[in-house]
């Protein structure tokens, strides 16, 4: 089970943390809010990749952010239980 991701320069997201707990999670939010990049950093973080980066519909430099200011890097951390 996944316990937490954090992301930092992340996308959309300067320092979000994010806790899940035991049962179904749910991401709500407006279009553009950074949902699917939760998830992209999830993928990333247990694969090393996800589907645009592997498709190069996005390369290693777009995933950092760049609104409304721009970060050197991007930095994910997952912590999970098996």
Request: no cysteine; net charge positive.
């Amino acid at each position: 089970m996944i316990d937490y991701i954090e992301l930092k320069g992340w996308k959309t997201h300067a320092n979000t943390r994010i806790e899940f707990r035991k049962g179904t999670n749910v991401l709500i939010g407006i279009m553009g809010a950074g949902k699917s990049s939760v998830m992209d950093a999830i993928s990333f973080a247990l694969f090393g990749t996800f589907p645009a980066l592997k498709q190069k519909r996005v390369s290693l430099e777009g995933i950092i952010m760049s609104r409304p200011e721009q970060k050197k890097s991007a930095e994910v951390r997952l912590a999970f239980t098996i």
